[in-house]
């Protein structure tokens, strides 16, 4: 899978260029429809999310230009109670109200927090997660898995590309910003036939990233190359039965040189990692709707990726420190093939007591070749490993009207799963579990734009084996831990039970719209990543903690002040707690904070209509300390960012002038505790990578 780009700034100025001429030509251009009500589409059926009995940050595509960026990470601090973990060129690990992974190395990982887009599982697949052409991002928040299955333990990222259209329709945007960063994309849809309609989008984002590599003389070994095409097409075959088929092409180039053994965003490594991801991915949706009593949705997809990660082990040069010095280096290959049905039978009723019955199947295999240094044999070596996870489940969904402002919907799946593995060093595990999820949910109107709600929620996600450790239960530099490792072979599942009350409404007008939940989760048999350090080497493994328990409230305010004045606030709390965990050092943690989990995350704005054609922009991200990982007591600072931006509108041109993190605070995402550095003999430090410095630029769109 090779995607040329030296043309791709041609073919995309060939559109622009036809798509305009050909929008000039259409006479009767449709007029602007009025602003209609969210629709959440990740939903069992598409709902109004003000009828959502569950908390559900979700971003048009205004909101999403509006923060200037081109990749979803981007926009995470939008939603309260979000966070993300760096550890490759892209923050790809999400936590939900504090549950996430961090990071991923020699062991397959379960997500916490799935990633759709399209209907597509990408969960796990965040790299090339541009949001060039993006319609709607739903983010829904704790415990999912009636919903979304096992991955949904956390809560789901659902993003929806821009749908085609019968009238012509054409987008295009270009930009320009400091550290030699440049994007441009193109979108056209419209009407092929009577009835037959199509959208093709292309994007290309690239900079030299935010590190100096003074060994090298480079400014780009944390480099950002990221080229993402979606197509989408139509078919209305009959009144009755439609066919949807959607294309996603990805190639994603990135460097990965983020940890300094200084201290600051300058590195020293001879040999710069990297961060790659080239996939394919095709989807079918089939809508019939021609039965008395049920509409009919069958949904496919399959998606191939080949993805790479590697850095410089010792984050350094030969010759920095002789006779202390190590030089080598870690690289991941992993190959993945997905393929997934879902089968679903929805009432013609969508109020009176609507039901929905479905059944799921999903097959995922993943191949890994790693090259690495062992210092154990003190040479290069290799170890291979096939997963292959199979997920089935049946599931349903029913609303029972109990009156006219009162009603009950329960949600339930039954999911039976199993996981092959099989590794270069002749382990092979096999685990077989099944689990279910559900969501019971009381709903009650107040007046005519205002809903409370309770829920009970229970979720799920399967247990794994640690083969990276079982790999090295031999090796004499961790002999003293080889008990630990067999006792550890295998991780159980993890289930999370939660229950929510909410508020969610408007006043008469619309000017002020409230959505406020407040939460309590109970984590049992929580997965969790261990650590045994020797000098080193480094030895990780998932283990089980016995309980936790994460709970807080989110609220989401818009308030249009006035005709030229709008704000908005996104505000969250979190309460942590895990127990009964002992580190391979031999402490203990009872009672702390779980990793990733910001006590406050705020983000708050306000939008101000200088004339009838300039809107300015000032937005604030606060987020509070959090510590980084279970096996040290390190922890982030707290930070506040300041973003900015000036828009100027002509017919249906934008410029935009922007600032983000206008004040260049440091601040980081990530954070390592151990001793990497020969110039001090391997004196222990936390190392860290930074999120983005200040980033000045503009970006041009058009839209028709």
């Known amino acids: 899978m090779n995607f040329s780009r030296r043309k791709l700034a041609s073919v995309i100025s060939l559109i622009m260029v036809n798509s305009i001429a050909i929008a000039q030509q259409i006479e009767n251009p449709p007029a602007s429809s009025d602003i209609e009500t969210i629709t959440v589409q990740g939903a069992m059926s598409a709902t109004p999310l003000s009828k959502m009995a569950t908390s559900i940050s979700v971003l048009n595509e205004y909101e999403i230009a509006e923060r200037q960026g081109q990749h979803i990470e981007d926009i995470f601090n939008r939603a309260a109670n979000v966070n993300f973990a760096s550890g490759a060129s892209r923050g790809r690990f999400v936590q939900i109200r504090g549950i996430g992974e961090r990071s991923q190395f020699t062991d397959p990982v379960n997500p916490s927090v799935g990633y ?18 993006i319609a709607q991002i739903e983010i829904f928040k704790g415990p999912n898995s009636a919903r979304f299955g096992a991955d949904g333990l956390a809560g789901m990222i659902n993003v929806i590309s821009k749908e085609t259209t019968d009238e012509f329709s054409f987008s295009s945007q270009v930009g320009f910003a400091n550290y030699d960063s440049w994007n441009i994309g193109a979108a056209v ?63 994603v180039d990135n460097g990965y040189d983020a940890f300094s053994l200084n201290l600051d965003r300058t590195t020293l490594s001879d040999e710069p990692g990297f961060d790659t991801q080239e996939s394919e991915a095709l989807g079918i949706t089939i809508d019939y709707q021609g039965l008395d009593f049920a509409d009919v949705q069958i949904q496919t997809s399959v998606l191939e990726a080949e993805l790479g990660y590697g850095y410089d082990e010792d984050w350094s ?54 090259q690495f240094f062992d210092f154990d044999l003190w040479q290069e070596s290799a170890f291979d490993s096939e997963v292959e996870r199979i997920d089935s489940a049946i599931f349903g969904q029913y609303k029972y009207v109990l009156s006219d402002t009162q009603w009950l919907t329960t949600s339930l799946r039954f999911a039976s799963q199993s996981l092959d593995y099989l590794d270069s060093k002749l382990i092979d595990e096999s685990i077989d579990h099944s689990d279910w999820g559900a969501e019971i949910s009381y709903h009650q109107t107040v007046g005519q734009n205002s809903m409370i709600y309770g829920s009970l929620l229970r979720s799920f996600k399967m247990g794994g084996v640690n083969g990276q450790s079982l790999s090295k239960v031999d090796d004499e530099d961790v002999a003293d831990f080889k008990q630990d490792i067999l006792d550890n072979a295998i991780f159980d599942a993890e289930s999370l039970v939660g229950i929510e009350f909410g508020i969610k409404g408007s006043n008469k007008d619309g000017s002020l719209v409230l959505d406020f939940a407040t939460f309590y989760q109970k984590r049992d048999d929580i997965q969790y990543k261990n650590s045994i350090v020797n000098e080193q080497s480094f030895v990780d493994f998932y283990d089980n903690a016995a309980d936790g328990e994460n709970y807080g409230l989110e609220v989401s305010i818009n308030y249009m002040i006035s005709d030229s004045f709008d704000a908005f606030a996104n505000i969250g709390y979190l309460e942590t707690e895990i127990s009964k965990i002992t580190r391979q050092d031999g402490t203990s943690i009872d009672g702390r904070d779980q990793a ?31 510590f980084y990982s279970f096996s040290h007591d390190n922890r982030s600072e707290s930070v506040v960012l300041t973003h900015t931006s000036l828009d100027f509108r002509l017919s249906n ?52």
């Open 317 to 370: 040069y030969v010759g920095i420190a002789p006779g202390w010095e190590y030089s080598s280096t870690d690289y991941y290959f992993r190959d993945r093939q997905d393929s997934s049905f879902e089968l679903k039978l929805s009432s013609k009723s969508r109020n009176q007591n609507a039901w929905v019955i479905g059944a799921y199947y999903s097959n995922e295999s993943e191949d890994l070749n790693r």
């Open 189 to 251: 849809g419209g009407a092929l036939s009577n009835s037959v309609s199509g959208r093709l989008s292309v994007h290309q984002n690239s900079s030299d990233g935010f590190i100096t590599n003074t060994w090298l003389g480079r400014e780009d070994t944390n480099n950002v190359d990221e080229f993402t095409t979606r197509g989408k097409l139509s078919w209305q075959v009959s009144d009755e039965l439609s066919i949807n088929t959607v294309v996603h092409l990805i190639d």
């Open 596 to 626: 990733h989990a910001p006590t406050y995350h705020i983000n708050a704005g306000l939008n101000w209509q200088l004339f009838e054609s300039v809107n300015w922009l000032i937005e604030l991200d606060a987020k509070d300390e959090f």
């Open 116 to 133: 759709l887009v399209d209907g597509i599982n990408y969960s796990g697949l965040l790299a090339g997660a541009s949001t060039f052409d």
């Open 653 to 704: 041109w934008q410029v935009s002038l922007y600032a983000r993190n206008l004040f260049d605070e440091q601040y980081a995402n990530r954070g390592f505790s151990f001793g990497n550095d020969p110039r001090d003999e391997y004196a222990s430090h936390i190392y860290e990578q930074f999120g983005e410095p200040r980033r000045l630029g503009v970006n041009v769109r058009y839209q028709y």
